[in-house]
């Protein structure tokens, strides 16, 4: 299997500009994670599917954060408008079912809004 | 919610050293794993261990439940291993991996 996969790697933006970073998890898990990592705050939940259904976005810092699984291979967050605080490195993880199993990450998306 | 403390928060170890990372948590677990997220800002699976005792090669760890505490050995160690470990808990509704704040080790030739 292929692991996580996110795209892009790596993006540059300019303050107001729409972001959006894609995922797809590893085939036959159930649940999906993002995740925003800074060095202030750490690894932070911003929001879990399950079955492709928003469990928890509790995490989600405010309305300029939305995230959608439209099916089980793809999730997509995104940022508009965007703000240079945004910056950060954003995870996505896949889990084998609600809580079973170990959970695995992509390499990321580091987002740098200038 | 479920607190995850780690420690050392750093520690730097001439190559060839052992080490132990501790991981404590304030709530029963049923799913425990450690990561190690290298320089290059991968996050690693190394363990997935909610109890007993786990050896991959020169790591090698263990989680006593009942005590809530989960233990990271790493024996002979190489500037690969290099990197911070986080140690990650489920909370009670099976919801969220809560992270700890991890153990930044740096092992020096």
């Known amino acids: 299997d292929a692991g996580v996969i996110q795209s892009p790697r790596h993006e540059v933006t300019e303050m107001g500009q729409e972001v959006t970073l894609r995922c797809k998890p590893i085939s036959g898990h159930n649940s999906l994670f993002w995740y925003r990592q800074t060095m202030m705050r750490g690894l932070e939940l911003l929001i879990y599917f399950n079955n492709n259904v928003p469990i928890d976005d509790s995490g989600m810092p405010e309305d300029r954060f939305s995230a959608k699984m439209p099916n089980a291979s793809f999730s997509t967050l995104k940022i508009q408008p965007s703000e240079p605080r945004d910056s950060a490195v954003y995870f996505c993880a896949s889990l084998l079912g609600r809580n079973t199993g170990e959970l695995f990450f992509g390499e990321g998306s580091r987002l740098t809004v200038l | 919610g479920i607190q995850v403390e780690q420690s050392p928060p750093d520690l730097i170890l001439q190559e060839g050293a052992n080490s132990t990372l501790r991981c404590n948590f304030s709530?029963?677990?049923?799913?425990l794993q450690w990561f190690h997220q290298n320089p290059w800002g991968q996050l690693i699976n190394l363990f997935y261990i909610p109890s007993g005792t786990k050896q991959n090669g020169r790591l090698s760890a263990t989680t006593v439940a009942t005590e809530r505490y989960s233990l990271l050995y790493i024996s002979s160690s190489q500037t690969t291993d290099s990197g911070v470990y986080f140690c990650a808990v489920l909370d009670n509704y099976g919801q969220n991996f809560v992270f700890g704040p991890g153990t930044r080790l740096s092992v020096l030739p």
């Open positions: 709530d029963s677990v049923n799913n």
